[in-house]
């Protein structure tokens, strides 16, 4: 099982970024995928979640300025940001919903300079 995220790095405060979650060898169907995210010293929390047939929902902070998609096809999920700010600044991880145990990737940092 791999979950591989992918897609993150500097970008100065009004840049955009775009995440990508590849997810293979999961021996279930997935249903959801969501992106989350942690800042140092902070909890996880959620930032975006697209359900198996494509109802989204964002949290308040990430409405207005991310877009979350997926492609079924390719088991793959991405995370349009922009207008990014120095508060985006954080650890972004993928979650594979399953009818089992979900599955989450390692992370990509997201840095967002002022």
């Known amino acids: 099982v791999q979950v591989v995220e992918s897609g993150g790095g500097l970008v100065q405060a009004g840049g955009s970024l775009r995440l990508s979650c590849a997810a293979s060898?999961?021996?279930?169907?997935?249903?959801?995928m969501g992106w989350y995210r942690q800042a140092p010293g902070k909890q996880r929390e959620l930032v975006a979640r697209?359900?198996?047939?494509?109802?989204?929902t964002y949290t308040v902070s990430a409405k207005g300025r991310f877009t979350i998609s997926r492609d079924n096809a390719k088991h793959t999920m991405y995370l349009q940001m922009n207008s990014l700010k120095p508060e985006d600044t954080a650890v972004y991880y993928c979650?594979?919903?399953?009818?089992?145990?979900?599955?989450w990737g390692q992370g990509t940092q997201v840095t967002v300079s002022s």
């Open positions: 060898g999961i021996p279930f169907s997935i249903n959801a």
């Open positions: 697209i359900s198996g047939g494509g109802y989204t």
């Open positions: 979650k594979v919903e399953v009818l089992g145990p979900d599955y």
